[in-house]
């Protein structure tokens, strides 16, 4: 496993490529992470790195971490977390880690919450059609109609579609490109949308899948090649067709003649 790094969504914009078609992305705003602790299999059982990011006021601290925090003589950070490495002796405490982390990495898998909805019904939740509209049905034209059957089983199944909370949940997505990347400012472009609403926490890594696919800019790339290929080969094409009729003419003219000298005599 890799290190990972964690952002805050901005928002979403567009970026031109140079052929002029617009792509989608998501904008995030990448925090530096610092190593706080280092884990080593003789000790711990396991070779482990421990970042922190964010920034957290030490009034908000409990005096557990606050304690923690004093131990490793490091400012307090808000979120905590802990990857498996195969050489932890390539770090060092203190040390922070940015986006460098993906620089030559094309595609990321990111993690953040949905946005809550609140209290939702079935029909929105789980996209039930409700009861009927018309007569018959007093006052319960969007609820989810029957959740259990008799005395036996006597008791609503778990998991059962029913009215509650919907959104909030963390969620994955898988694969996503990353069209650019500002060292400067520590922004990452990916493309498409991510779960979550503005300023939202984001977690991201590096894609635990293999992908094959070519991103939208070397797919623009191919194209231009293609295209310059055929501009290449157009003109020879073009002086092949001219020969061809300047030849095709060329006979034609020394059929006429001796039928023009047959008719003089």
Not at 149 to 161: A, E, I, S, T
């Amino acid at each position: 496993m890799t290190l990972g790094l964690v952002g805050k969504k901005i928002g979403m914009s567009r970026e031109f490529l140079e052929s002029g078609t617009s792509v989608p992305v998501t904008v995030v705003r990448v925090e530096k992470g610092r190593i706080i602790d280092i884990y080593n299999k003789e000790k711990n059982g396991y070779s482990a790195v421990k970042l922190g990011f964010l920034k957290i006021k030490p009034s908000k601290l409990t005096n557990q971490m606050k304690g923690f925090f004093a131990k490793k003589n490091t400012e307090p950070k808000k979120i905590l977390k802990e990857y498996r490495v195969d050489k932890p002796e390539d770090f060092k405490l203190g040390s922070e880690i940015g986006l460098e982390l993906f620089k030559d990495v094309k595609f990321i898998d990111v993690r953040s919450k949905t946005v809550g909805k609140g209290f939702a019904g079935p029909m929105k939740r789980w996209n039930f059609s409700g009861l009927r509209a018309t007569h018959g049905v007093s006052v319960s034209h969007r609820s989810h109609g029957s959740t259990g059957q008799r005395q036996d089983p006597g008791k609503v199944f778990k998991n059962k579609k029913m009215a509650g909370h919907m959104g909030s949940k963390f969620r994955t997505l898988l694969n996503l490109e990353i069209v650019k990347s500002d060292m400067e400012n520590n922004l990452i472009y990916i493309k498409g949308s991510i779960p979550g609403s503005k300023n939202s926490t984001v977690f991201l890594r590096k894609s635990v899948k293999e992908i094959n696919r070519k991103t939208s800019i070397e797919k623009e790339k191919t194209v231009k090649q293609v295209q310059q290929s055929a501009k290449k080969t157009a003109p020879k094409e073009e002086k092949k067709e001219e020969s061809q009729k300047a030849a095709a003419n060329k006979t034609t003219e020394k059929k006429d003649v001796p039928k023009k000298e047959a008719k003089g005599k």
